[in-house]
Structure formats: C-alpha cells, structure tokens
C-alpha cells in the first residue's frame, strides 16, 4: 500500500512475487499504481487541491472528477507489472500493462501541455492527460508476463533514438520479447491492425522476472534477471 496524508492507497497485483506495479513517470508525488483490474493515478501531495480551490455548485461536477486518485484505464485482467513512456519531444504519454496469462494493454494519453511544443519539450507534464486509444493482446505461446518495459532505447549500433517506441517483455516462458509499437495511423492498414511489431526475441535457460537497460556506448546493455542469482 502507498500511505499519504489522506490516508492509505491500495495497490494490488494478482502475482506476489512481483513488484514492478507503482510508477511516477511524471511530476513527483504523482504516482500510478495496479488496483484490482485497473490503473489508477494518485497526486500523494496535493490531492484535494481542484476541490478546495472551487467550491461553487457550478464547477461541482468537474471537481468530483478531478479528484485523486483518478482511474486511468480498466483492464480485463488484474496487472502483474505495468510501465510508462514520456515520448520524445512530447508530453504524451504510452502506458503498458502485463497480465498473468500473455495479456498485454497498450494506452496513448495526450498531455494537455502539446498546444504549446516548444513549453512542451522543456517541462515535465504533471500527469496523464487524456485517453486516445487503448488495444489489447495476447501474446502467442506466452506464460506470466512478469515484466514490460517501454523504451526509446536503439539496441543497434546506433547512437540514434529507435523510429518507434519499443515494449520489452520479460515473460515466464524463458524469453524476452521485443515489439516495436506504432502510434500513428500511417503506421498501420487500418484501426483493427495489430499496434505491436514483433522484432525479435531473446531466448534464455531461465524464466525471466525482470530486465534493465543500460545506456552503455557504442551500444546500450540489455540485463535479464531470472528467480536465482547468478
């Protein structure tokens, strides 16, 4: 549980052994965390602040929506691990979420800051801002999705940033599975086109809990962590 000045804030995962399920991609003091089937968003320093600040019947409606925690998406599946991404030269965000049995949930939320690009690539957005698709997977011949990591990471020889932002899956059937994830429309045939490109997997003698990149020259390190050490 996370504890803040109003009190506790629950966070649930249906696998506990795992831990990566509370995030803070954003401004601090703001975190995200799983809570049964869904993500929820949780301003821990100021939650109250919208309603104090506008009291009248007029604005009633917008604040009690306002509050915090906010729910950000729900899921048909309770959420092992989830992640985000602030995409470069952006504030808009990618949201990710894997699930006990290959399920994977992708979500795009436009931050309220891109009316303004420039202010944009300068300052940290101060939350989610709002939804604009959400898809769904499950990965083929997979187990416990135990860890997804979003990344812009290039694991080429490159020094670039990669074209499209990259999802990592740790998954409980020994591999690590790599998908490139295209945003746009142009990227795609048509709205019920798959989101996810599969680029590749890395196939190992362990289940795999967990991975960290390293941005390491000329190419950045990819490190998998399995149940026992070594």
Not at 1 to 13: D, E, I, R, T
Not at 84 to 106: K, R, S, V
Not at 124 to 135: N, Q, V
Request: charged fraction near 20%; hydrophobic fraction near 35%; aromatic fraction near 6%.
């Amino acid at each position: 549980s996370l504890l803040n000045s109003g009190g506790v804030a629950v966070c649930s995962s249906s696998y506990r052994q795992l831990r990566d399920v509370v995030i803070c991609p954003h401004e601090k003091g703001i975190v995200s965390y799983a809570r049964g089937h869904s993500i929820v968003e949780h301003d821990l320093i100021t939650p109250n602040t919208v309603r104090r600040a506008r009291r009248s019947v007029r604005y009633a409606t917008v604040n009690a929506r306002s509050q915090s925690p906010r729910r950000l998406v729900d899921l048909s599946f309770m959420p092992n691990t989830i992640s985000a991404l602030i995409l470069p030269d952006t504030n808009d965000t990618l949201l990710a979420a894997g699930g006990q049995e290959a399920e994977l949930h992708l979500s795009y939320y436009q931050s309220s800051d891109t009316s303004s690009s420039s202010f944009s690539r300068r300052s940290c957005s101060r939350g989610f801002g709002r939804r604009l698709w959400e898809s769904k997977y499950n990965l083929d011949h997979g187990s416990i999705n135990n860890s997804v990591m979003l990344t812009s990471m290039n694991f080429a020889r490159s020094h670039e940033s990669a074209a499209r932002p990259r999802i990592i899956v740790s998954n409980n059937d020994k591999t690590v599975k790599f998908f490139d994830i295209a945003l746009h429309a142009g990227d795609f045939m048509d709205d019920y086109a798959p989101r996810l490109l599969d680029i590749g997997q890395l196939r190992l003698d362990v289940p795999v809990n967990h991975c960290a990149s390293l941005p390491l020259p000329p190419t950045p390190a990819l490190t998998p962590a399995g149940p026992r050490p070594g």
